[in-house]
């Protein structure tokens, strides 16, 4: 039976189609192609200056001979010309040497036959000629030629020349040269360019697997990462990332929907038995404390509404526009002073310790807010807890960062609770008992990730087993100047 190919994933037939469609395939094809034209205009740039090269030197070399000839006619005429040109006749790679009569004739040289009309005019021949030497006599090939004549005053005629062929060799050994390297540089880029799209089409695969695996609802998948740090990589960083906070936004939805449906329940069936209980009472002052009681309980659904609003809009980042420098230093100052007389109302000695001038990027009301939450469950957990009851508000740079810490000296918390606690919803048992809505630190925590910074929890006293207390640190990034 044929194998099917896995859904998402192409086919065989396909995949060659899949590889030319992507765009690093069609940029080095289009690099192969102007690659290609470049080399082609080298070879022939190059051919060209070669062969416009060596004809220069052909053509001085010839005229620096035909000078000499016209030189050696001037010290001794005919016979010298005749030896001279005779010795460097038998020299290898010699040049044509002819010497013909005033019709034409040939009557020396290394040339058999030369073509009709060369000896007619004096000077630089303009075309290449055709020529026969004596070791050829017979043969039906031809060479071809360059050279310049000259008239002697007798009516001689000097040929002085030099065959093409050498040219022509020349030339045909650069072009096949330069074609050569051509062909293995035009080898190569094909087998990168096919290797480049093998590749890219493997990982692109993997990451379409990754991706089906994510749709059909398992957002632990990751797409894949490679140690190269090229596109796809900054790619599959950015997808994940992004994954990994769509993972925890569908986890925290959830577990508001869980935590809605398991804590709101009782307060909700009080509010109806409360109304009930209100509706079956005839003496008016009975029903009006029951409303009273249904107003109170109502508007403190309103406040856990609110205050889960109020976290999903953090968490959602829908307010990191409105993020700005603020002096850190002042809100916390302020907070402090508005909460001190309700602290000293309930018992409580507040203790400030805040450096001054302190500055973060950051949303004015957040942060208020999340100081309000923690100075208000110090002071609920410390009251009572101790024969002293204490506040302790410090802000202070350390180690490059602002950290901003509330502590009590009440009950505190488990070790092993500590990261429960910022859970929404979530209380202690011992905590059953004071009044809130078990949202005060998930909104500290979801504010804290909106301005990039952490919030630690630990003990303020560890000594003190009895009342070991709680501080709740917010760890600011320090703004770089």
């Keep these: 039976m044929p194998s099917k190919a896995a859904p998402g994933m192409p086919r065989n037939g396909s995949r060659l189609r899949l590889m030319f469609s992507s765009t690093a395939v069609r940029l080095s094809a289009i690099y192969i192609l102007l690659f290609a034209l470049c080399a082609a205009l080298l070879v022939i740039y190059v051919t060209a200056m070669s062969e416009r090269l060596l004809a220069q030197q052909t053509r001085r070399t010839i005229e620096e001979e035909a000078l000499d000839i016209d030189r050696a006619y001037d010290r001794g005429g005919v016979n010298l010309v005749l030896r001279i040109m005779e010795r460097r006749a038998r020299q290898p790679g010699a040049n044509l040497y002819v010497i013909a009569g005033p019709n034409g004739e040939i009557l020396a040289g290394n040339v058999a036959s030369l073509q009709p009309g060369v000896l007619d005019d004096q000077g630089w021949t303009g075309m290449p ?64 360019w096919f290797g480049i799209g093998r590749n890219a089409l493997r990982r692109i695969d993997r990451m379409s697997a990754a991706s089906q695996k994510i749709m059909a609802g398992d957002l632990s998948q990751r797409l894949p990462v490679g140690r190269s740090g090229d596109e796809f990589d900054r790619l599959s960083e950015s997808l994940n990332a992004m994954l990994g ?12 929907s869980d935590n809605i449906a398991h804590d709101l329940k009782t307060p909700l069936t009080r509010l109806r038995n409360k109304a009930a209980d209100a509706l ?29 609003l109020m976290i999903s809009r953090v968490e959602a980042g829908s307010i990191a526009a409105e993020l700005s420098d603020i002096d850190l230093s002042a809100i916390t100052a302020d907070s402090a002073e508005l909460y001190e007389p309700v602290a000293e109302e309930a018992g409580l000695l507040m203790q400030q310790e805040i450096e001054p001038g302190l500055i973060v990027h950051g949303n004015r009301e957040l942060i208020g807010q999340a100081i309000f939450n923690l100075l208000d469950n110090a002071i609920k957990y410390a009251v009572g807890a101790s024969e002293e009851p204490r506040i302790w508000v410090k802000l202070a740079q350390v180690d ?6 509330v502590s009590d000296n009440g009950p505190g918390v488990p070790a092993e609770r500590r990261e429960d606690v910022t859970k929404r919803f979530f209380r202690l048992d011992e905590s059953r008992s004071k009044p809130g809505t078990g949202l005060g630190l998930s909104l500290v925590e979801a504010v804290m990730e909106l301005h990039g910074g952490a919030l630690e929890l630990s003990a303020t006293d560890d000594k003190n087993t009895e009342a070991p207390g709680l501080t709740v640190t917010m760890v600011f990034p320090q703004i770089k100047r």
């Design 280 to 308: 079956g009472e005839d003496r008016e002052d009975v029903r009006r404390v029951a409303l009273e009681g249904i107003i109170g309980e109502s508007d403190q659904l309103i406040r856990t509404f609110n205050a889960l």
């Design 400 to 405: 490059g960062s602002l950290k901003l810490s």
């Design 245 to 256: 906070r769509i993972e925890k936004l569908n986890e925290g939805l959830r577990q508001v």
């Design 129 to 192: 000629f055709t020529y026969q030497p004596y070791a050829e006599m017979g043969a039906t090939r031809r060479h071809t030629a360059t050279a310049t004549v000259l008239r002697l005053d007798n009516g001689l005629r000097v040929l002085i020349g030099r065959d093409l062929g050498d040219p022509s060799r020349f030339r045909s050994i650069v072009q096949q040269a330069l074609m050569v390297a051509l062909a293995i540089m035009g080898l190569g880029a094909l087998v990168i």
